[in-house]
């Protein structure tokens, strides 16, 4: 090894540090009390000869530590990824590890920190989890590992080149989680609304006997009187009907909560609904606009739509300029020719918002089925719950409520208009969005 390597791998462990102190303290003492001196003495010459000999047993060996970082091959976006680090110690003593590993600059964790004790000629795996809160491309760097004996004077520093660049998407592990609700519309677990699945649509699939509970509108009169018991006709969920979400990517969605903007939210909740569209057996489609629409994704129930709805979705960012809900009317008219759902992720602020962009809002909803989807403030509802002690703490609740109460008066204004609204806070969207459809597919509205 060369002279300019060893220096660079070499570290003084602190517990060198320490009794260096110590002797230090030893000599200094020694000016009152003469018979210390020499004890002192010749304890710094051991612990010098100690120190030669760890040295020796840590770099006499070529390459006595492997280490690798197993990633996937995308991250999800504000969810909880799990990274592993294998390690493999070929020295013929046991060792202790401390790993250092490079997380990309988007996490601001400077503090990153693991430590294990490996035995001779084993291999073992740490295990973390990284939560990012943005899209886009993640740089993982060396993989640092500082291994010393258990003599712990001297340690050697391992540097595995295992840059990485690794993509974050919209939540695929939200997406996964929610699949279930494709297949059952009851659902009892907390958090979920049930949904009762009435089966009654346009499609027609069977005569059947009629049951308690059946709707009486479905009894068949002439199978009753042929079998001379009542029969019922039984229809099932019309398959194939477009579905769109419509994204705004104005500046009302670069408001952040918990970390994570009002578009991301939109997003991952946009890619699990359309996962749970095309199970359905529905058609997925994707609009994002705000002065100008950036991404058009036409209805589908081909097998590549998913990956294009998130390899759309991936890229997409936010605007620092007003949505233009005119131009989303004009296109969509040109555009979706077929009567559709349409769910609309957005955010308003205030009434006056809303009532501007509420005529063509209303015209959408004449030709297509709509659903508008925007935010509570959680910010105001924890400003709201906390107690107020002062004048100024009670003016902020004041203001704090009228906003609250904006919300639900916006709620109000698009239900007289007819028009459907989902007013849900953002850890929520996804369910409440999931559970919307859900409903009107039972209901027969699509």
Known sequence: MKLATFFKRLYINDRFYWLISLLAAGFLGSFWMPLLFNL??????????????????????????????????????????????????????????????????QFQKRDFYLRCKLQSKSDTKLNYTVLPLERGEYIFGNLNVYVHSKLGLVKRRFVFNADERIPVYPS????????????????????????????????????????AGDDYRTINWKATAKHAQLMA???????????????????????????????????NS?????????????????????????????????????????????????????????????????????????????????????????????????????????????????????HAEDLESIYHQTIAQKFALEKRHMQLELKRSGIYSILSKPKNLTVNVINKYLEFKSRGLI
């Open 40 to 105: 002192v003495f010749y304890a710094t010459i051991l612990l010098g000869f100690i120190f030669v000999m760890d040295a020796i047993l840590m770099f006499r060996f070529r390459n006595p530590i492997k280490a690798n970082r197993n990633l996937s091959k995308k991250l999800s976006n504000s969810d909880n990824n799990l990274i592993s680090i294998d390690l493999s110690n070929y020295y013929p003593f046991d060792v202790f590890m401390e790993v250092i590993d490079e997380l990309p600059a």
């Open 172 to 211: 695929f592990i939200q997406m996964r989680q929610y699949e279930f609700l494709a297949f059952n519309n009851k659902i009892a677990q907390f958090g979920l609304k049930k949904n009762r699945a009435i089966g009654h649509s346009l499609e027609f699939e069977q005569i059947k006997n009629y049951v």
């Open 233 to 267: 006709n039984q229809f099932q969920d019309e398959k194939s009907q477009p579905i769109y979400a419509l994204i705004d990517t104005g500046r009302t969605m670069k408001m952040p909560f918990e970390g994570l903007k009002l578009l991301d939210y939109a997003i």
């Open 270 to 386: 946009a890619l699990a609904f359309a996962n749970i569209t095309l199970l359905k057996k529905d058609k997925a489609g994707l609009i994002c606009f705000s002065k100008k629409v950036e991404i058009s994704l036409k209805a589908s129930h081909k097998k590549i739509q998913l990956q294009l709805i998130n390899e759309s979705l991936y890229k997409l960012t936010t605007q620092y300029k007003e949505a233009d809900y005119g131009f989303l009317y004009a296109f969509a008219k040109r555009q979706i020719t077929q009567r559709s759902l349409l769910i609309l992720y957005t955010n308003f602020e205030h009434i006056t918002a809303l009532k501007r962009q509420l005529p063509f809002l209303q015209a959408l909803s004449k030709q297509h089925l709509l659903v508008v989807v925007f935010f509570e403030n959680t910010e105001l509802d924890n400003l709201l719950q906390q």
